[in-house]
């Protein structure tokens, strides 16, 4: 695999030790892990992981300058574990291209902390990719590496899920992706007095996802639950199909898979007309109308997702 197609995948790195202070360290480590030159290795952020329950580590975004043979092919799962050197505890290291789950992508001192912000990808889209430019240079993620410098005191947070189309495996309907986030927000303390605000940044169907389970945490007994809305100052929503959209192109990708009922989801024509009631049900809801939600869509007709039958 050459060089220039290194660049173009980014990779997470977790379990990282909580006593790896520097992106100098973080490479070092995981040279030393796969018998790699540190200078082969960029690593573009680290930050402690935000998870409050079980032992504390870190998690690094990083690049190669090509990808090491250990690394080529790339499993199934998109997954690898190595063993730490030398680790007394039998440690080991994550890497990953899934990006599914919690990564938060900054740290930001106690005292100049003021808010989280979960940014949660569309429907056939990569949680981390989706975030940069097109192109054949990934080096830059705007909310990787603008976000958190443009607004001081902000930490900057992906949520990630399988939504990819085609070939997809999973059978996760929008009820069960949001059931997992709330899971997530849970696990990240969110509910706790000491945590910060949230605001969400939600593409496409990461919206139909935050509402599903803005929906579900206001129709629960939970009392952490009921904290985590408390703690919600708000969401800008990009593309979002509150009404459904027309989907027959998609629907062709999904045909007989496992996620052909979560597309059916979002049609606008669909039996069950989800998507429409789920908006309702949303509007209605007294938390709701504590937020403040900005909306943000197109106003020009553009590309869409398609299949090519081009050899």
């Known amino acids: 695999m050459s060089a220039s197609s290194g660049t173009q995948k980014v990779f997470r790195l977790r379990r990282l030790p909580e006593s790896i202070s520097s992106r100098k360290d973080v490479a070092k480590l995981l040279g030393k892990t796969l018998s790699l030159s540190s200078d082969q290795i960029t690593v573009y952020s680290l930050a402690k992981t935000s998870n409050r329950w079980g032992s504390m580590s870190k998690v690094a975004t990083v690049q190669f300058k090509s990808i090491p043979p250990i690394l080529d092919p790339e499993p199934p799962g998109a997954q ?133 389970a803005i929906k579900q945490m206001a129709g629960n007994s939970d009392r952490r639950e009921a904290d985590i809305l408390n703690n919600l100052l708000g969401a800008i929503m990009f593309g979002v199909p509150n009404l459904g959209m027309e989907q027959s192109h998609l629907m062709a990708m999904v045909e007989g898979q496992d996620n052909e009922t979560l597309v059916q989801d979002l049609s606008r024509n669909n039996g069950r007309n989800y998507v429409r009631q789920l908006d309702e049900k949303f509007n209605g809801l007294s938390t709701v109308h504590t937020l403040k939600i900005l909306w943000a869509y197109e106003t020009e007709v553009s590309p869409t997702t398609f299949i090519s039958h081009l050899a």
């Not at 938060?104 to 808010?115: A, G, I, P, Q, S």
């Not at 981390?128 to 240079?137: L, R, V």
């Not at 000491?194 to 969400?200: A, D, H, L, V």
Request: aromatic share 10%; net charge neutral.
């Open 80 to 212: 690898w574990k190595f063993p730490i050197p030398e680790s007394q505890h039998n440690d080991v290291l994550i890497l990953d291209t899934h990006f599914r789950g919690m990564t938060v992508l900054n740290d930001v001192e106690k005292e100049n902390h003021r808010t989280d912000c979960i940014a949660i990808s569309g429907l056939a889209s990569h949680p981390f990719g989706s975030w940069q430019p097109h192109g054949p240079d990934k080096s830059f993620m705007w909310i990787r590496d603008e976000l958190p410098t443009s607004v001081p005191g902000v930490r900057a947070i992906l949520y990630g899920y399988d939504s990819r189309l085609k070939d997809s495996k999973s059978f996760q309907s929008i009820e069960d992706i949001a059931g997992c986030l709330i899971l997530n927000l849970k696990s990240g303390g969110w509910n706790l007095p000491k945590s910060r605000p949230i605001i969400f940044l939600a593409h496409s169907l990461g919206g139909i996802v935050l509402k599903e």
